[in-house]
C-alpha cells in the first residue's frame, strides 16, 4: 500500500507541473532565400592576381673599380655576352687613386734618398772614427727597408 502511496504522490507532482501558464516559446520567422537557376555561362580566364615576380636566373655581379656610372649602354633585362661593354664610369675617382700613388711613390723615394745619404754620411764618419759601428748598422737598417 505504501508503493502505491508513493506512486500516486509521484504521478500528482508531474501532472501539477505539467499545468502552468507560461505559454509555448515563439517560433523564430522564417528566412526568406533567393532561388536562382543555374545557368551554363562563358568563364572569365582573365584573372588578376598580385605577387611578386622573380628572375629565373640572377647574377650577381662585381666591379673591379668603383666610381660613378656616367653612361649605361645595355638596357635593364637585356641579354649581354662576355666582354661586353656595359657602362661608363666616371674617371675622376681612378685619377686621384693615380694622383695619391704618385705621390706616395714619390715619397717613398725621397725617404729612400735620404737614407742612403744618411747611411754614406755614417760610413764616412765610421772611418775617420768619429762614429760608431752601430750607428753604421742603423742607418744600414733604415736603407734596407726603403729598399723594400
Given at each position: 500500500?505504501?508503493?502505491?502511496?508513493?506512486?500516486?504522490?509521484?504521478?500528482?507532482?508531474?501532472?501539477?507541473?505539467?499545468?502552468?501558464?507560461?505559454?509555448?516559446?515563439?517560433?523564430?520567422?522564417?528566412?526568406?532565400?533567393?532561388?536562382?537557376?543555374?545557368?551554363?555561362?562563358?568563364?572569365?580566364?582573365?584573372?588578376?592576381?598580385?605577387?611578386?615576380?622573380?628572375?629565373?636566373?640572377?647574377?650577381?655581379?662585381?666591379?673591379?673599380?668603383?666610381?660613378?656610372?656616367?653612361?649605361?649602354?645595355?638596357?635593364?633585362?637585356?641579354?649581354?655576352?662576355?666582354?661586353?661593354?656595359?657602362?661608363?664610369?666616371?674617371?675622376?675617382?681612378?685619377?686621384?687613386d693615380i694622383d695619391v700613388a704618385l705621390a706616395n711613390?714619390?715619397?717613398?723615394?725621397?725617404?729612400?734618398?735620404?737614407?742612403?745619404?744618411?747611411?754614406?754620411?755614417?760610413?764616412?764618419?765610421?772611418?775617420?772614427?768619429?762614429?760608431?759601428?752601430?750607428?753604421?748598422d742603423k742607418a744600414q737598417e733604415t736603407l734596407l727597408?726603403?729598399?723594400?
Amino acid at each position: 500500500m505504501r508503493t502505491i502511496l508513493i506512486a500516486w504522490a509521484v504521478g500528482g507532482v508531474f501532472a501539477l507541473s505539467s499545468c502552468s501558464n507560461e505559454e509555448p516559446p515563439a517560433e523564430k520567422p522564417l528566412r526568406t532565400v533567393d532561388v536562382v537557376k543555374a545557368e551554363k555561362q562563358p568563364i572569365d580566364r582573365g584573372s588578376i592576381i598580385t605577387g611578386e615576380v622573380k628572375a629565373r636566373v640572377q647574377t650577381d655581379l662585381s666591379f673591379r673599380v668603383s666610381g660613378k656610372i656616367t653612361e649605361r649602354l645595355v638596357d635593364v633585362g637585356a641579354r649581354v655576352t662576355t666582354g661586353q661593354l656595359l657602362a661608363r664610369i666616371d674617371p675622376e675617382e681612378q685619377k686621384a687613386d693615380i694622383d695619391v700613388a704618385l705621390a706616395n711613390l714619390q715619397s717613398a723615394e725621397a725617404q729612400q734618398t735620404q737614407a742612403q745619404l744618411a747611411f754614406d754620411r755614417q760610413q764616412s764618419l765610421f772611418r775617420t772614427q768619429v762614429t760608431s759601428r752601430s750607428a753604421v748598422d742603423k742607418a744600414q737598417e733604415t736603407l734596407l727597408t726603403t729598399q723594400g
